[in-house]
């Protein structure tokens, strides 16, 4: 992922992302710090006129975004959507928790790439795979069998990370 893929902008409680390319699991670890996060926005607005396609855990992380949206009373929407990423929702069960614009606004001036040219961490990484799948799994029951063995590897993944950490 170049760091101009994916570009966040936050000012007075909007908080804009602009998605290029593939969306991959690259991209959906600085999006779970926004969905981890306390902070409580006014507005989350995703654009995804120029993404070209979406991995698993992008569209688990997009659900954890869409799913926290609704507990703060946040208004999410994605943008710009193709029929592509949307049939890609659908196929998982989960486009119905999310509302569909034409146009994202633009970006505030001072938007910065989301990630510099280093590559997220492997425990985030690996926790970001295990919990954008079980977000999937949860607003979605039907999707376990799809994801049952991804859930596995990466908690194993997560925990062997945690374990060498500690020596």
């Known amino acids: 992922m170049r760091s101009s893929d994916l570009v966040i902008s ?7 992302v602009k ?3 593939r969306a991959n699991f690259e991209y ?10 306390g ?13 070209t396609a979406m991995d698993s855990t ?15 009373h946040t208004e999410m929407s994605l943008c710009n959507a193709s029929a592509v990423l949307q049939k890609l929702l659908r196929d998982l069960g989960v486009i119905k928790l999310f509302t569909f614009t034409e ?4 970006p ?9 040219p280093a590559a997220p961490g492997l425990l985030d990484t690996a926790e970001t795979v295990s919990e954008a799948h079980k977000t999937l799994i949860c607003a979605a029951p039907e999707n376990l069998d799809k994801f049952r063995d991804v ?13 060498d950490d500690r020596k």
Request: net charge positive; hydrophobic share 45%; with cysteine.
């Open 108 to 116: 505030a001036p001072e938007s910065v790439p989301a990630a510099g």
């Open 151 to 163: 859930v596995a590897f990466a908690d194993a993944d997560v925990e062997r990370l945690k374990k």
């Open 10 to 16: 936050d000012e007075n409680g909007v908080c804009t």
């Open 58 to 72: 992008f569209m688990g992380v997009l659900t954890m975004l869409v799913l926290k949206s609704r507990r703060d």
């Open 39 to 51: 902070r409580v926005l006014q507005r989350l607005v995703i654009d995804l006129g120029q993404c």
């Open 28 to 37: 959906a670890v600085p999006l779970r710090e926004i969905a981890k996060g």
């Open 103 to 106: 146009k994202a606004p633009d």
């Open 19 to 21: 998605v290029c390319g």
